[in-house]
């Protein structure tokens, strides 16, 4: 059973870099697409990108300028990064597998700007 | 890009009870790649129906959706307790996927 695990800083001050990883076990990360998505507390669910095991990617263009996903298929994971954060940025971050719709999602993980 | 427009906000109904939810694009969603998510407090989204009605794998047939072009439906035939939730619909026609504002489906 394929599962997915996120993980990072939960707390980033602004101005700085958002890094997190999405940990695929249970099944190999290899022809497939990934994707991470973001929810600000509260609020509704938003695309951020995503990434084919190949390397090529598309992102949302609220975020192009901003955001950088890659994946590493020796360790089964693929990762996300987002510059200039501000507390705009403030989200839970989920990590999903994607076939257009996500029929897989992680738990998610908090993460907040702040100083 | 496509925005999609979900109504009604929030739904109070009685456990029991028929809930139809709406999604409408704000243009026509290519070969009706439309999804439908339920997410509870705490949790991920969960797919529940893809290519707009297509139950995705061990989804009660409870629940179903229909729909094409720019206006999408999600039929809860009769509500159970666990259903109470917030509903998401998304297009994956064209890029960027986008998702509807969400319906809160209440206990009336």
């Not at chain 1, 190999?28 to 990617?57: A, C, D, F, H, V």
């Amino acid at each position: 059973q394929v599962q997915l695990q996120e993980s990072g800083p939960g707390l980033v001050k602004p101005s700085e870099t958002l890094s997190l990883t999405c940990t695929v076990s249970g099944g190999s990360i290899s022809n497939y697409y990934w994707s991470w998505i973001r929810q600000p507390p509260g609020k509704g669910l938003e695309w951020i990108g995503y990434i084919y095991y190949s390397g090529s990617t598309n992102y949302n263009p609220s975020l192009k300028s901003r955001v950088t996903i890659s994946v590493d298929t020796s360790k089964n994971q693929f990762s996300l990064k987002l510059n200039s954060v501000t507390a705009a940025d403030t989200a839970v971050y989920y990590c999903a597998h994607a076939r257009g719709y996500f029929d897989l999602w992680g738990r998610g993980t908090l993460v907040t700007v702040s100083s | 890009e496509i925005v999609l427009t979900q109504s009604p906000g929030t739904l109070s109904l009685s456990p029991g009870e028929r809930a139809t939810l709406s999604c409408r694009a704000s243009q026509s969603v290519s070969s009706n790649y439309l999804a439908w998510y339920q997410q509870k407090p705490g949790q991920a989204p969960r797919l529940l129906i893809y290519g707009a009605s297509s139950r995705a794998t061990g989804i009660p047939d409870r629940f179903s959706g229909s729909g094409s072009g720019t206006d999408f439906t999600l039929t809860i035939s009769r509500l159970e307790p666990e259903d109470f939730a917030v509903y998401y619909c998304q297009q994956y026609g064209i890029s960027p996927r986008t998702f509807g504002q969400g319906t809160k489906v209440e206990i009336k």
